[in-house]
Each structure stands twice: as C-alpha cells, then as structure tokens.
C-alpha cells in the first residue's frame, strides 16, 4: 500500500511544480507551492510507517516482559508538523503580500507584476 | 577572566545562548520597544552586540585548542552512539561562519539605528532584523539538519518581510514576492532532500548521518537526497540559475539588510553548501562533484559580472556583482583542495567586508539624495569626500587590486584553479581560471563606471546641497574598510591563524563525528588532513599562460577581420544616436553624450546580442524563474545520475 503514497506525493510535488511555472494569476502561484508543501508532507508521514505498526506509546513492562513491540517512527511525524505549521505561514505570507502588491498594481497578473527586469 | 574561556563546561554553552538571547531580544522589542526609540535601540545592541561577544568568546576553544563544542539541547546525549536530541556541534568551519555572521549583524545594528530612522514601524524592523540574525547564527551552528532547515525557513521569512519593508514602493513587494516563491521551492527542496536522506539513514544528526553514509557508500536513494540539497542550497546561495531572486531583493531592501543579504544570508547558502559535500557527504573525492561546482561557479561569475555591466541602478548593479563574487567562492570550494578551500572561505570572508562596505555607501548615497538611479546621481565627491573613499576602498578590493584584501584571495582562488588543472590535466580548470582572470577585469570596468556616475563626473543642479552622512553611519563603514585593508596585507596572518584550522575543520570529518558521538562511530568517515600553507607562488606558469593569452590576441588583432574599423564607420553614418556623433559625427562638442552610467556603452554595443539574450532572459516573470530553478534543479540531478553513480 505504502507505493501507492510515494507514487501520490511525487505527482503532488510535479503538479504543484507545474503550477508554480505556468499559471499567471498569483493567487494560483501561492496554491502551486501549497500543493508542493502537501506533497512533501505525505512523503514524509509515508517514511515512518511501518505496517501493522502502533502508535508510539510503550510503557517499561512491555520491554521487561519482552513483547515485541511493533511502532511506527514517531520522528517523521513530529517533522511533518513542524513543516505543515511553516508551510502555512508561507502561505499566509504570500497571500498578504498579493494583497499588497494587487493595491500597488492593480492586478494579479504575473505578467504585469514585473517592473524589476533586466 | 581568561579562565572562563578555557573552561569547555562554561564555553559549551556559548552557542546556544547566543541564537537563543537573539530569539529572545527579537520578541522582548516586539513588546517593550515599539514605541520608545531608545529602548528599540539598546535592545538591538545589546542582542547583536551580545551574540557577537559569546561567538568571540569560542575563539580561544577551538581556534586556540582545536577543540570541537558539541551541545545537547535538554541534555539528551546519544545512547550507545546513537543520537537522540538535537545537538549544537561548532567545529572550525561554523566558528569561521559564526564570527562573519555575528560580526556582520552588529555592524549592520549600528548603521541601522541612523540610516532607518526616517521610516515608520520600526519596532517590527528590528524583530525582524534580530530574527534574521538568529537563524542565521543558528544555521551554521547547529549539527542537525532538519534544525537547519527549520533555520532556512525562519531565514527566508525574516529576509522576505524585510524586503517588502518598505512597503510604499510596488517594486519592494514585488521583490518580496518573487524571493518567496523561489525561496520557497529551494526550502521544498531541501526538505525533500532530508526526508529521502532519513529514510536510508534513520537519523538526522549530520555527524551521525556522515559515519553512516562514510561505512555504507552511496547508493542511488543517496544520490537522489543529495542532488536535491545541493540545488537546494544552490537557491540559497543563490548561484546561476537559481540567482534571480537576489538581484531583485538587494535591489529593493533597505541599505543596510542588503548588507546582511549580501554579507551573510548568500554566505549561509555556501556554509550549507561546504557541510553538505564536505562534512555529510564527503563527496569531495568524487571528480564529477568537484566538475559541477566548478562549472555552476565560472557560470555564476560570468553572468553575474555581465550583467552588472548593463545596469543602471546602483544597488541592483550591487547585487549581480555580489552574485559573481559568489561564483568565485564557489568554484574555489568545488576543488576539494585545501588551497582551494582556504582560497575559497578566505574570499568569502573578504567578500563579506567588501561587499557589505560598498552597500553601506549606497544606503549613505540614497540617504543624502533620495536615489540610486545611477543616472541621475553625479559628483558626489565634493560633497560626500568620506563616503567617497571608503567606496573606493571597497572598490578596489573587490577589483583586485593590491594590496587590497580582494587582491590576496582571488590571487589565491586563480592559483588554486590552475593548479587543480596542472594536477588533474582537465583542460575545464585551465578555462574556469581564464574566465576567473576575464571576470575580474570586468569587475574593475564596471566600478569604473559607477565611481565615475556617482562620485565624479558633473553634478546634476538637484544634488547641490546634499550633505555628507552622520558619523554613526560612517563609523561601520570605516570599520569594514579597516578591515578590507588589514586583512589584504596580513593576508599570511590570516592563513595561518584562521583559514588553517577551518580548513583542517572542513576536511577533518573523523573529528567532526567523534567530537560528537564518540570514536566508534567515527572509525567508518575517512579523514584527509592537509598541512600545508600556501606555498604555491611560481610565476612561470603563469607568464607561460599571460603569453598564450596576449599570443592569442595579437593573432585575433593581426589576422582577423579587416574591415572592423570600416564596418563601424558605416554603422555610426546609419545611427542617429548621439552618442556615436561625439566621435565620429565630427561636429565640435561641448561635452561627451555619454553618460558616467553608460561608460562602457562601445562594449555593450558589439555584444549587443549577448546583452539583449540576457536581459531578455531575466524577464521579471516570476513563471519564468520558478522554471529555472525546475530545470536547474532536474540538470544538478541528472548529472549526478549520469557520473556519479
């Protein structure tokens, strides 16, 4: 099953990429590296798994009674929050700057938005 | 007093508190100082001020001693050579970074307080600016990578909202935007890059990662994980392609963040560059590696001063010199020799004092008169004679002239590329060595033009009661140019004292793992120790190669095209610009129709194609930029495919 989640996240980071390079309305510029961002999060949420693993809570009496016990990576996921709360301020940081550069120019055209060139 | 600073209990710390109390001040303005200038201002000092003191104060350790600091937040030391938490780890090499980076910062305060005093909201500035610092300082401290990347991300926000500070102007936000979205991807990056490298490793301690990839070899996941850190790092360093970004943000950034853009946020980018093939990777023995980065780097410089010639705004011009200076470094570093990598860091050093110099004398030239439009500025030397000479302080150095210290380390970084061709007989070092040699003569051309716009030249009528600058913005500039001078003259006490144990740092990866972990996991790393000073002062060659040179121009000259001289008479009768008719129109003429801006407009003429394809090429469409990283990035990957695996 796991495949199937690489195979979506690098379609996810190849759209997103797409996205990014071709679409002119900015708005869809700042979705573009959202999609990356998500993309990269499954990957990375993907890598910790490890099947039929449990949550990662033991306690000592597991390991004194030698149960084998079965978790999956709790450091993938702690990573992939820390990118998910980045990820938002990237996108609330981008939105706010369309905002303030669609006052300046009147427009959210990629095309129009380029005065420094050259 | 001294005791302390040998005492490894109490200099462990030194580190941590240092990004921490920056992170702290950052937020302590943010309440305290928004209203009241002066409390702002002791706090900013008192941060940057304070970090740089600590940083100073690691130096008897491990400059001195040769001690490597390693620091475990919370205390969670590795089990069984196993790394658990998150560790601080300052060898040399991050020391090296950390004193530029601390340094850096507190000149920077110090100009800030004077030159931003006419803008509003301040108190987010230096929130900002302390933020900035911090993840700077932290990012080539700490030993964990993902640390680093969370550093990347707080680095590009804080470099982001400080380029759109000065949000009246479109073009700022504008700048602002498209540093994001670029940054943005190159964060994507490296995140990528780290999850594929977790998932062979299970770690995320660099030293720990760099004992296993040393035991295991490469293999294609390997691979993968580090073609995409490199172009990754690549965007923050920002090397051709991935450089557009930086010529629009330098651009529209206040003086003095263009300083710290310039001076240290590109230099964390080489830093992260140099941990990643040196440190992590140990990838230096490899000759493709070695090939690419000497290859983006003659690229990068290229561009870079090219496009400099054809600017016309006095920071954006700046900044594409500051893109070629990179291109220097990076080539240097791409060697693997420790010439080289002396050559290298030694100019980065440099170009961190000369090129954060020369931007203090553009914020002081848009102080006085409002501008940096190159055409419309003019004769200032009247009336700025200090900040004229220390621009031209730092014009020379970044020219290479001696004794100027960008004379000592570019005579090193063309020494070390040539004798890595000698070495390896690749013809590709013989011609980065030449480009190297062009480039740094475009380099004098170019601030021969833009002394001669600003400084000299006519003074234009609306400029006649413009002031010299107050002291507090001309003493970091004094200070950076006493540097500039010092460090070019006892160039040899630099490379003794400073540049030796970096570079032992850089290339001693066996001391980096067990300083960390403990000497079993370091048995694996393979460890290349160099002893040798630069010794490599033979002329021959390089008379031998002056002559190929002059050689191959006397040829060009004497059997080329006849009729060069007969074209361009027939082309000037055709042309209606003014320009041309002041020399061969043969009309008297009051005065020269070329402009101090467009010295160099014969030049830009006959590579007119060149000029246009370039400028055609930096379109200022945000699209068009995202595609070079893409393709810039899919190229780095496919070659290390192709010759690495």
Excluded at chain 1, 75 to 81: E, G, K, S, Y
Excluded at chain 2, 39 to 59: D, E, S
Excluded at chain 2, 501 to 530: C, D, H, Q, T, W
Aim: proline share 3%.
């Amino acid at each position: 099953m796991i495949i199937v989640n690489y195979i979506v996240s690098v379609a996810l980071i190849a759209l997103g990429l797409f996205a990014v390079c071709t679409k002119k309305n900015l708005i869809k510029i700042v979705l573009g590296l959202g999609i990356i961002d998500y993309g990269i999060n499954l990957m990375i949420v993907s890598i910790g798994y490890v099947p039929g693993g449990t949550a990662p809570v033991y306690t000592l009496s597991d390991f004194a009674n030698f149960v084998s016990v079965s978790f999956v990576d709790p450091v993938p996921q702690a990573l992939t929050l820390t990118s998910i709360v980045i990820g938002a301020c990237v996108d609330a940081l981008a939105l706010s700057l369309v905002i303030m550069i669609y006052r300046k120019y009147k427009t959210v055209n990629a095309d129009e938005v380029r005065r420094i060139r050259g | 007093m001294m005791e302390m600073f040998n005492n490894y209990e109490v200099v462990k710390h030194f580190p941590v508190i240092a990004v921490m109390g920056l992170f702290l001040f950052a937020f302590l303005i943010e309440i305290f100082g928004a209203k009241c200038k002066i409390i702002r201002n002791t706090l900013t000092l008192i941060a940057t001020g304070g970090a740089f003191a600590l940083i100073l104060g690691l130096i008897p350790m491990v400059f001195g001693e040769g001690n490597v600091i390693s620091y475990w937040m919370g205390d969670w030391k590795p089990v069984a050579g196993y790394a658990i938490g998150i560790g601080y780890e300052v060898d040399a090499l991050s020391l090296f970074f950390g004193l530029l980076v601390s340094g850096t910062f507190f000149l920077s305060s110090i100009y800030s307080i004077k030159y931003m005093s006419r803008d509003h909201h301040l108190g987010h500035y230096y929130t900002l600016f302390l933020m900035l610092s911090g993840s700077v300082l932290g990012l080539v401290l700490t030993g964990d990578i993902f640390n680093m990347f969370v550093m990347i991300e707080i680095m590009t926000f804080a470099s982001v909202a400080l380029t759109a500070f000065r949000n009246k102007k479109g073009i700022a936000l504008e700048a602002g935007f498209k540093y994001l979205i670029l940054g943005s991807i190159g964060s994507s990056l490296v995140l990528a890059g780290i999850a594929v490298l977790y998932m062979q490793c299970h770690t995320l301690n660099m030293a720990q990662i760099s004992s296993i990839i040393g035991g295991a070899g490469l293999n294609p996941s390997l691979v993968f994980a580090f073609a995409l850190m490199f172009a990754g790092f690549g965007v923050k360093s920002y090397i051709v392609p991935f450089h557009t970004p930086a010529a629009d943000a330098y651009m529209a950034a206040p003086s003095s963040i263009s300083m710290v853009f310039s001076g240290m946020v590109n230099k964390a980018g080489v830093y992260a560059l140099i941990r990643l093939t040196y440190t992590i990777f140990n990838a230096m023995d490899i000759p493709a590696v070695n090939i690419l980065l000497v290859t983006l780097g003659a690229i990068t410089m290229f561009i870079g001063v090219t496009m400099a010639l054809a600017q016309h705004d006095f920071k954006r011009l700046l900044a594409f010199h500051s893109i070629s200076q990179i291109g220097y470094v990076i080539t240097a570093i791409g060697l693997g020799t420790a010439l080289g990598l002396s050559s290298g860091l030694f100019h980065a050093m440099n170009h961190t004092m000369f090129k954060g110099l020369l931007f203090l004398c553009a914020g002081a030239v848009f102080y006085a008169t409002g501008t940096t439009d190159l055409d419309k500025l003019g004769g200032l030397s009247k009336r700025m004679p200090k900040t004229t000479i220390c621009f031209l302080i730092g014009a020379f150095s970044i020219s290479g002239l001696p004794p100027f210290n960008g004379f000592a380390s570019k005579w090193m970084i063309y020494q070390s590329v040539y004798a890595k061709g000698v070495e390896s007989g690749n013809f590709a070092y013989i011609f980065a060595t030449i480009v190297a040699l062009v480039v740094s003569v475009m380099t004098l051309a170019s601030f021969i033009k833009v002394t001669q716009a600003v400084f000299f030249g006519q003074l234009p009528d609306k400029l006649k009661d413009t002031k010299e600058v107050p002291f507090a913005m001309r003493l970091p500039m004094w200070i950076m140019s006493g540097l500039c001078i010092l460090s070019g003259v006892f160039y040899r006490f630099v490379d003794v004292n400073v540049l030796y144990p970096v570079r032992n740092a850089a290339f001693g990866v066996k001391n980096y793992i067990s300083s960390m972990l403990g000497g079993e996991a370091a048995a694996a790393a393979s460890n290349v120790s160099s002893e040798e000073f630069f010794t490599l002062w033979d002329p021959k060659l390089w008379l031998i190669l002056f002559a190929i040179v002059l050689l191959a121009v006397c040829i060009v000259v004497l059997l080329g095209d006849k009729t060069l001289g007969a074209v361009r008479k027939n082309k000037a009768s055709e042309e209606s610009d003014g320009k041309y008719a002041t020399f061969f129109g043969g009309e008297k003429s009051t005065h020269s129709h070329v402009a101090g801006s467009d010295l160099f407009w014969g030049f830009k003429k006959d590579f007119k194609g060149y000029f246009k394809f370039m400028q055609g090429m930096h379109s200022g469409s945000v699209n068009d930029y995202a595609l070079y990283v893409v393709v810039g990035t899919a190229l780095i990957v496919a070659t290390m495919f192709i010759f690495v695996l």
